[in-house]
Antibody
Framework: QVQLQESGPGLVKPSETLSLTCTVS????????WSWIRQPPGKGLEWIGY???????NYNPSLKSRVTILVDTSKNQFSLNLSSVTAADTAVYYC??????????????WGQGILVTVSS | SYELTQPPSVSVSPGQTASITCSGD??????VCWYQQRPGQSPVLVIH???KRPSGIPERFSGSNSGNTATLTISGTQAMDEADYYC?????????FGGGTKLTVL
């Protein structure tokens, strides 16, 4: 059974960079695509981007200028960096496994989520 | 960007059938999946590729997609099905989520 666990600071100051790590257990990261998704308090889900184990990444155009997703296959981890954060970036951040195929991508395993608050 | 529209809320009596819709331009030409999110929990995939149920998802969950509308149907709805439901599609190399529907079982 694949399990994902987010980790990182729960509080980030405005204008700084939000950095999170997702550790994958129960399976190798060297298969599938791996994604970050966020959910502001009381609101819906927003896809941030995904990365393949080879390092190839794809980002939501609305966040592309501020987002970097990296993978470390030796640690079975992938990470999220979101720069120049504002209060609007306050959300629960989820990491998830993405099933990527012809005409479809969906998320079959999710982490428990981590609340990140942007505040001074 | 591509937009998916869901009704904010749907109510159903226990044992009855609940239908949750998701609308988008030519949505029937795309694959749709559905997630269930109970309060305080992570989303759970309940339907993918329009109508496929992942292992462990009860048979009472089914999906369809045609024209501009995809539908998640829950037959014999139980109290434990009360949750938020999100549709999701893939368009222009981007995952798009609907705004979510709160299903109330009363």
């Amino acid at each position: 059974q694949v399990q994902l666990q987010e980790s990182g600071p729960g509080l980030v100051k405005p204008s700084e960079t939000l950095s999170l790590t997702c550790t994958v257990s129960g399976g190798s990261i060297s298969t599938f695509h791996w994604s970050w998704i966020r959910q502001p308090p009381g609101k819906g889900l927003e896809w941030i981007g995904y990365i393949y184990y080879s390092g190839s990444a794809n980002y939501n155009p609305s966040l592309k200028s501020r987002v970097t997703i990296l993978v470390d296959t030796s640690k079975n981890q992938f990470s999220l960096n979101l720069s120049s954060v504002t209060a609007a970036d306050t959300a629960v951040y989820y990491c998830a496994r993405a099933i990527y195929g012809s005409g479809t991508t969906y998320f079959d395993y999710w982490g428990q989520g981590i609340l990140v608050t942007v505040s001074s | 960007s591509y937009e998916l529209t869901q009704p904010p809320s749907v109510s159903v009596s226990p044992g009855q059938t609940a239908s949750i819709t998701c609308s988008g331009d030519k949505l029937g030409d795309k694959y749709v999946c559905w997630y269930q999110q109970r309060p305080g929990q992570s989303p759970v995939l309940v339907i993918h590729q329009d109508a496929k149920r992942p292992s462990g998802i009860p048979e009472r969950f089914s999906g369809s997609n045609s024209g501009n509308t995809a539908t998640l149907t829950i037959s014999g709805t139980q109290a434990m099905d009360e949750a938020d439901y999100y549709c999701q599609a893939w368009d222009s190399s981007t995952a798009q989520f609907g705004g979510g529907t709160k299903l109330t079982v009363l």
